[in-house]
């Protein structure tokens, strides 16, 4: 990989990309909303080892879900049969749903100052279909004019930080120099290790990089 120097002195020279992570960098998190939310139906013990909340484990419900072994009606079918009697699929819906914070037009701003610029901008997202399609409701027409790639861990069956998913968007992106924007440390490095990458943790570390 190039040091930092050699990589923004040749940058004008080649293709210019950056991939965002979506949750954690573009759209914020509320962590705590959710987990209360969850809780009006579900034991503390069911949200981290049998649904996943806050667990990193590969065999959770959350985990499938993203990977995309379960579709949506069977994840929901899962959570029910460990809530409390007479919880709906619409209330676990929008439970899971709270994660999400919105996504500050400052975001959107910087998306749209790079494309001015001549980069090409690309979405790499473990996400689930519940909560990609509750993102589709609040901002379609940003994602489908902003980015020239998404690339969905539910859709592919892959997720960060895995090589294959690396190396996936890394062939489809193509040749020339990328920037991955993550708040995750293990994927920031399985990108600089998989696909060569340069990465920062955070939109405004990027906006310092290319000053």
């Known amino acids: 990989m190039l040091p930092i120097g050699s990589y923004l002195q040749t940058w004008d020279d080649v293709m210019r990309s950056v991939v965002f992570d979506f ?31 806050g667990n990193d484990k590969e065999d959770t419900l959350r985990a499938r879900f993203e990977t995309g072994a379960y579709d949506t009606r069977y994840f929901l ?6 809530c409390k009697s007479g919880t709906t699929e619409q209330q676990v ?9 919105g996504i500050p037009d400052e ?35 940003q994602i489908e004019t902003l980015f020239d790639g998404v690339f969905l861990s539910f859709e592919l069956g892959l997720t960060k930080p895995a090589e294959k998913f690396f190396r996936h968007v890394a062939n489809a992106i193509g ?22 990458w340069q990465t920062c943790a955070s939109i405004e570390e990027l906006k310092n990089l290319l000053k």
């Open 23 to 53: 949750g954690g960098v573009l759209m914020k998190h509320d962590r705590e909303g959710c987990l209360n939310d969850l809780q009006q139906f579900l034991s503390d013990e069911d949200i981290t080892h049998v649904l996943g909340f």
């Open 77 to 82: 079918k899962q959570v029910l049969a460990h």
């Open 93 to 101: 819906i929008d439970a899971w749903n709270t994660i999400h914070a």
């Open 107 to 141: 975001a959107w701003e910087t998306i749209r100052q790079l494309r001015a610029k001549g980069y090409r901008t690309y979405l790499m997202s473990n996400t689930d279909a519940i909560h990609w399609q509750h993102t589709l409701s609040l901002y379609r027409q």
């Open 175 to 196: 040749d020339g120099q990328t920037i991955f924007v993550d708040d995750m440390e293990a994927n920031r490095l399985a990108a600089q290790q998989f696909a060569d």
